[in-house]
DNA sequence: TGAAATGTTGGGGCG
DNA sequence: ACGCCCCAACATTTC
């Protein structure tokens, strides 16, 4: 009896259905964990970074129970097939991928392996399976509303509880080969912030650190205080989430923990409000599931031939965060710099690019992609094609965010824009969200020049608003 | 999980 | 006292 353990977006000892059937059937644990040939949506360069520390402290936890973390590079089902001939493992387990490419493999390695070993394929990373949820008729969801309230219908029907951690794993008298992490070249050589490593120190221990820290001050304000971009107000959990280092179902559990010690039976409606939007992460994976092709292709088939501009120039001056918009460029720079985007700005940022510059969608998403920590499939598809206005229950194409209302609107004593754009911090509040609409005298007291210190904007809105209009006219003939 | 255009209402200044 | 205008505030429609 022996099992090895394929880790891959479950990077945690505890609530991980494959440590848990490989240390119920007893005999040595073989964790692996195998660096993939780049395909079409391998990790981005910000997500490497997060992986290489992922993986790190991965290994110490392993350490701390006895094991060890193998590291192998390759196809893995060739990686696999050389593993249990070194090891003669008698088993494996692994948490099963919700995106297209992920099930593809995880199938071929289940039916190609099936004979030689005993497989158990868990669901770690979703609170609901993908396949257990459905509308009355039988079809998948494309509504949040209806969908959340199944899924929190079902979770207070069947509450499960997340397993625990392993006390100790059962090592195998000899360990196989294993590449060192560094071996794996996920570091980039030069030329990234460093600033981002240490934005997002890794590790499970780290991840319920930061629940906790959420569930103590933040929570209680989250409903308000997540739309304002300054504030402490949102948990930072997405990073942890998308690798596994927390599950959604421990963070659920602390949840209702945490309205269990005060004596409720069931969450209070501000910290629903936070677990709703946990539930737009499995409604993502959900729609993911069910539509595979959505990562390239638009759910609505009528965007097919939207009319999209290819404004190279444009769409360079929105990742440089360079559009003369104060906070689409403050958005762009945090992005850059740490690895995230406060969910308010990505909303606007994105509508900036897709409406205003009317570039496609998946120009951004594929920004996203390699910039940001939290890089997901499931979550940067719905959130893109939810702006662009070409997915599920999305916002209609003619909502355009107006990129300095939203600003005064959300950052309206400008702490943001500052923080991100210190050479606006020496504008007054209200001079930052338009620079270009303060008066002269003023930015010459302050010793500020437009276009010098900081650009001109790129363009009219209210033009560029019009523009993307007459688009939509356009592609509905 | 918009914003702009357009419509309606009501208070107050004024002749 | 009255009608008229202005305009802010709010509501509705439209993109």
Known sequence: MSTIVWLRHDLRLADNAAFDFAVQRGGPVWPVFIAEPDGPWSPGGAARVWLHDSLAALAQELAAVGSRLVIRQGDPLDVLRELQAETGATALAFNARMEPAGRARDERVRTSL??????????????????????????????????????????????????????????????????????LALLPAKDWPMGLRQQ?????????????????????????????PALPGVSRLSPYLHNGQISPRQVWHAVHERAAARGALEPSERELSWLRQLAWREFAHHLLWHFPTTP?????????????????????????????????????????????????????????????????????????????????????TLGWQWTAGCGADAAPYFRVFNPITQSQKFDPDGA??????????????????????????????????????????????????????????????
């Open 200 to 228: 997002w120190p890794a590790g499970a221990a780290v991840a319920h650190r930061v629940l906790a820290a959420f569930l103590d001050e933040a929570v209680d304000h989250y409903a308000v205080a997540r739309d304002f």
């Open 416 to 477: 943001y824009l500052a923080r991100w754009l210190p050479e606006l911090a020496a504008l007054s509040p209200a001079d930052r969200h338009a620079p270009w609409l303060a008066s002269p005298l003023v930015l010459k007291a302050a010793g500020f020049e437009l276009g010098r210190d900081y650009p001109a904007p790129m363009l009219d809105h209210a033009a560029a608003r019009h523009a993307a209009l007459a688009r939509l006219e356009q592609s509905k003939r």
């Open 296 to 380: 390239d292709a638009p759910l609505r088939p009528e965007f097919e031939a939207f009319p999209w501009c290819d404004d190279e120039p444009g769409y360079r001056r929105w990742c440089r965060g360079e559009t003369g918009f104060p906070m689409v460029d403050a958005g762009m720079r945090e992005l850059w710099q740490t690895g995230l985007m406060h969910n308010r700005v990505r909303m606007i940022v994105a509508s900036f690019l897709t409406k205003d510059l009317g570039v496609h969608w998946r120009r951004g998403a594929q920004w996203f992609w390699d910039t940001l920590v939290d890089a997901n499939l499931a979550n940067n």
């Open 114 to 183: 099936a004979t030689a070993l005993q497989i158990k394929v868990g669901n770690s990373s979703l609170l609901c399976r993908p396949d257990r949820i459905a509308t009355g008729s039988g079809a998948p969801y494309r509504v949040f509303t209806p969908f959340w309230r199944q899924v929190y219908a079902s979770l207070r029907q069947h509450p499960t509880l997340p397993l625990s951690a392993p006390a100790q794993l059962p090592a195998p008298d000899r360990w196989p080969a294993s590449l060192t992490l560094e071996s």
